[in-house]
């Protein structure tokens, strides 16, 4: 597997540099309840209503783990192919800010829930592991609203404890490329185990990311910088660009690259420094003397892992073999689960005599187009997979042609109507009886009685006319493998 | 009734149950006799009028089966109660209402007892004296100007001044057992797990444990039986079957097997301290218990390590008091202003130093210095008690090292405060009960108190063991009602 052709390098002069990033994913659990209390978590609420006494950290308050938090966690590891650790423990993270209530927030720091594990990324040149150096459970924050009145700033805790993980890799990554299709593998694990729902939007899942850049072929790190909570994938790619080009600049001009943490101003796109090494605060971690040890038993694990679905990568391997579809087509089917669980109805409806080919061009071809110019999920495709199903199962057994079934797809958009009942209200049944077809030919023949002598005498371009006009006679109805066959045999 | 006050809690519930009494003229009387006692500022805010309301109310339709039907009592102001101001003693918190009740006081009044007020206490329960109160200090019953120990020094002062019949303290390294020793009562401090701290204003996590204080050692037992339960709400509440102290009490302690920890005879400890300590060996061994001599040889690293590990959770503890969501607020130019202010006029100085000194041990690069060498301490303090606890039932120390001193005389001088705690601090740090009972008086007159330490869980034995030693000390606290006009 050759990545010469598409390595990302930033080339000054006669220098080459490499760009190493490492990410620090923050990820909403899905879950009804945060943390450590009962409160709801739903996005969009008004504000300070779902904030109970221990998210508002009132005296005498205590956190309770919230279990199902922990059970999510645990299979995103599973998912991650990752070490799952029977102990861990909860620390307090200690800082100040107006919208963090405890004045700490409990976080994981020595021993994270979760170990070691690994990602497998398809890059077009081939594939590519990523390291996974750890995942921890941790609260949210609140937000802090700076503009809604001059003076003050208001403060909002909905968020406040809910629960996050924190997945950070190994500095494996090499280019904005792989960060996106990092980023796009974590969401397609978490979406397929129902750990995290990945809506960068409603801010379900951002990032931190560490860009350092080294010569090319250099063993050492550079100094890293790290850019804070950048939440979307394109945001995370220009925000690489800009500084790992600015790191590379202060290094041609000979400068030193100071190790800080910078912010992304989306609209300049450009990072600037947030606070430096000096500044960084001292969290003051210890652990959480209100929570125990998480001790969780090997049973407990097992359990979790029976219920862990069938995953991304398994399901393309599946589909290669079972299906024989290229990793191509695979890949864009697994990679969303919705995707793929549209995909795998669709073939459960087909039945026997199936043509899961055709069914996977019309997926990512006809259907793809629709939800795309209606803005729709998959999940809310206008046509049922059972009907979708139907429609492929008409063109294979040859009842209507695949330029027929473009229209009948049209028509079944609105509705979610039967493909069958569009083709026999309509009448767009394709011709296949040999005898009206022959019939039609021989009018045509007999209708261009000097274009058929020249096709005999050698003007074989002539066939395609004959054709069209069989074609043209039929309404477009007309079975063209039929008709070529017919055609040949009577010109 | 004018002795009503003088009543044993165990006589006011039997006479209430008998009807001899009625809740409203023990809540009366307590109200009276609070009300003429000004002078000792055992309490911060008083709920008196509430309070006889509620007692004319159980007065209506008594449920006589309840533990403590219609007794009325006040309790350290740590302990958060539903719309009644709840301070910590603290300014940051002089007006702050909680919405919400403790899990151990509504134990209480879920057995029928009524609120009377909040008791004074240190800030936060940070000091030995009650003088670090926000409100002022407390008064000792015992005598003019002397303090009544601390932190639950109102408590104290309001069990032995007879202003409640019983109370709830906290203790995190002595806070029930040292000033109830100062003022000749019995106060126990549970087993780490056995009473939830759901509700209590947080000083030191891992150390902080609600007891009861009360008059004599029956009291004592029936209160806990009252107040410990498990609770899901707090993680660290154990889950362990429960006695009913207050009918499982025996004075029956034959065939005890009693510690004797040599540790604990301090260099400068004063002779009435050792003849006190003696006395109470003559005493368990006059109940037919056998007494041991033992060593818990880390003894000495117990208090330079209670003062890292309490003060680093205080300081993460106390971090939610920054004007932001309840309590005082002071003017800022901006948020950093605003808490630099609020913390420093909010906050006083001793509840300051121990930020300080919380903070500085957790700070990167005195973590493992500090923090992480005091949790070793800490294991290792836990498994002296451990091995002691495989050859004796039970471990018999003074309380503390002296008996009451004057207010303002050690003010000045915090690791001379810091050292009342020496005795008791590591009943905290092993998670163990403890139990200080009066067993004499100083030279002065003052109260001396002994204290027995029992395995996790056992707090049924020490309760025996005190109930029987009780017996045999015939103690009687030299209450003259010098405040009372």
């Not at chain 2, 400890?269 to 368990?284: R, T």
Request: glycine fraction near 6%.
């Amino acid at each position: 597997m050759s990545k010469k052709n598409s390595e990302y390098l930033i080339n000054r002069k006669d220098n080459q540099y490499e760009v190493v990033i490492g990410l620090e994913v923050h990820a909403q659990v899905l879950s009804e309840s945060k943390l450590f209390s009962t409160s709801a978590t739903k996005f969009g609420a008004e504000p300070n209503t779902q904030v109970s006494l221990v998210d508002a950290a009132f005296p005498g308050m205590l956190p309770v783990i919230n279990e199902f938090c922990v059970k999510q966690a645990i299979k995103t590891g599973i998912g991650l192919n990752a070490k799952i650790n029977k102990r861990s423990v909860f620390d307090r993270k200690n800082y100040f800010y107006a919208d963090l209530p405890q004045g700490y927030q409990i976080s994981q720091f020595k021993d994270p829930i979760v170990g070691e594990g690994k990602v497998i990324l398809d890059m077009p040149n081939g594939q590519k592991e990523v390291g996974i150096e750890r995942l921890h459970l941790e609260q949210d924050a609140g937000k802090s609203i700076h503009d809604l009145d001059p003076q003050n700033t208001f403060v909002d805790l909905n968020r406040s404890g809910v629960a996050l993980m924190e997945i950070v890799s190994k500095p494996d990554l090499r280019s904005p490329d792989e960060v996106n299709a990092y980023i796009k593998k974590l969401r397609s694990i978490m979406r397929y185990l129902g750990t995290c729902d990945g809506n960068m939007q409603e801010g379900s899942l951002r990032a931190d990311v560490n860009v350092s850049v080294r010569p090319k072929g250099s063993k050492e790190f550079g100094t890293r910088c790290e850019i804070k909570n950048v939440n979307s994938i394109k945001f995370m790619q220009l925000a690489i660009e800009y500084e790992a080009n600015r790191q590379v600049d202060l290094i041609e001009e000979g400068k030193t690259i100071d190790q800080e943490t910078r912010l992304f101003d989306t609209k300049k796109n450009e990072t600037r420094s947030m606070r430096s090494k000096e500044d960084a605060h001292d969290y003051r971690y210890f652990p959480d003397p209100d929570l125990l040890p998480l001790e969780v038993s090997e049973k407990f694990i097992e359990e979790l892992k029976n219920d862990i679905p069938e995953l991304p990568d398994d399901k393309k391997k599946r589909f290669i073999e079972e299906f024989k579809l290229s990793p191509y087509e695979a890949n864009i089917l697994v990679s969303d689960i919705d995707t793929a669980k549209y995909f795998e109805e669709v073939v459960a409806k087909m039945g026997k005599n199936k043509d899961i080919k055709l069914a996977v061009n019309w997926i990512t071809g006809e259907l793809f187009a629709v939800l795309n110019s209606k803005a729709l999920e998959i999940s809310q495709s206008p046509v049922s997979a059972k009907n979708f199903a139907i429609l492929i199962n008409l063109i294979k057994n040859g009842t209507i042609s695949g330029k027929i079934a473009k229209t009948v797809f049209e028509l079944m958009i609105d509705g979610d109507i039967d493909p069958q009942k569009i083709v026999e209200e309509k009448g767009l049944k394709q011709q296949s009886d040999p005898k009206a077809l022959e019939a039609l030919i021989d009018k045509i023949i007999n209708d261009n009685r000097e274009k058929a002598i020249e096709y005999k005498q050698g003007k074989e371009k002539l066939f395609g006319f004959f054709v069209g006009q069989a074609m043209k006679a039929s309404g477009g109805k007309a079975n063209p493998q039929l008709i070529n066959e017919i055609l040949k045999k009577k010109l | 009734m004018s002795d009503i006050t003088k009543q044993s809690l165990t006589e006011l519930v039997e006479n209430i149950k008998n009807k001899k009494l009625s809740s409203t003229d023990v809540t009366k009387a307590f109200i009276d006799r609070s009300e003429k006692s000004e002078e000792l500022n055992a309490y911060i805010t008083n709920d008196f009028t509430s309070a006889l309301d509620k007692a004319k109310k159980f007065d209506q339709k008594p449920n006589l089966n309840l533990k403590l039907p219609g007794i009325p009592m006040a309790v350290k102001d740590l302990f958060c109660t539903k719309d009644i101001k709840t301070t910590a003693g603290s300014k940051i918190l002089n007006n702050f209402v909680p919405t919400y009740e403790s899990t151990v006081t509504e134990n209480i009044w879920n057995e029928g007892a009524i609120l009377l007020g909040k008791l004074n206490c240190d800030e936060f329960a940070m000091g030995s004296s009650n003088e670090t109160s926000f409100f002022g200090n407390v008064q000792s019953p015992i005598d003019k100007n002397l303090v009544p120990g601390g932190s639950s020094g109102g408590s104290a002062s309001a069990v032995a001044g007879q202003l409640t019949p019983v109370t709830i303290g906290t203790d995190t390294g002595g806070s029930i057992r040292q000033p109830a020793s100062f003022t000749g009562i019995v106060g126990l401090k549970p087993t780490y797990g056995s009473c939830s701290r759901y509700g209590i204003v947080a000083f030191a996590s891992s150390l902080d444990q609600a007891g009861p204080m009360a008059q004599n050692v029956k009291d004592c037992a029936l209160l806990h039986e009252v107040i410990s339960s498990y609770d899901s709400k707090d993680s660290t509440s154990i889950d362990f079957k429960r006695n009913h102290y207050s009918k499982e009490l025996t004075n029956n302690i034959k065939g005890k097997k009693i510690g004797i920890p040599k540790e604990y005879r301090v260099d400068g400890m004063p002779k009435e301290i050792e003849d006190l300590w003696q006395k109470g060996i003559q005493y368990v061994k006059d109940c037919g218990a056998e007494t041991i001599d033992i060593s818990l040889p880390n003894t000495s690293y117990a208090l330079p390590t209670y003062y890292i590990v309490a003060p680093a959770e205080a300081s993460s503890n106390l971090a939610r008091y920054d004007g932001v969501k309840y309590g005082f607020r002071a003017k800022g130019e901006n948020l950093i202003d605003m808490y630099e202010k609020t913390r420093s006029e909010g906050f006083g100085a001793e509840v300051q130093r121990r930020i300080m000194i919380g903070t500085y041990v957790l700070s990167s690069g005195y973590y493992d210095a500090y923090y992480l060498k005091a949790q070793k301490v800490r294991k290792l303090i836990k498994n002296d008690f451990d091995e002691a606890y495989k050859k004796v039932d039970a471990i018999l120390t003074p309380s503390t090292p002296s008996s009451a001193f004057k207010i303002g005389e050690k003010t000045n001088d915090p690791v001379s405060m810091y050292l009342n705690d020496i005795f008791t601090v590591p009943v905290n740090l092993a998670g163990l009960p403890g139990i200080s009972i009066p067993a004499g008086h100083d030279s002065k007159g003052y109260p001396l108190g002994l204290q027995i330490i029992g395995k996790a869980f056992d707090e049924q034995n020490i309760l025996n063991i005190a109930y029987a030693m009780e017996e045999k000390i015939n103690f009687k606290n030299k209450i003259t009602d010098w405040w009372i006009k």
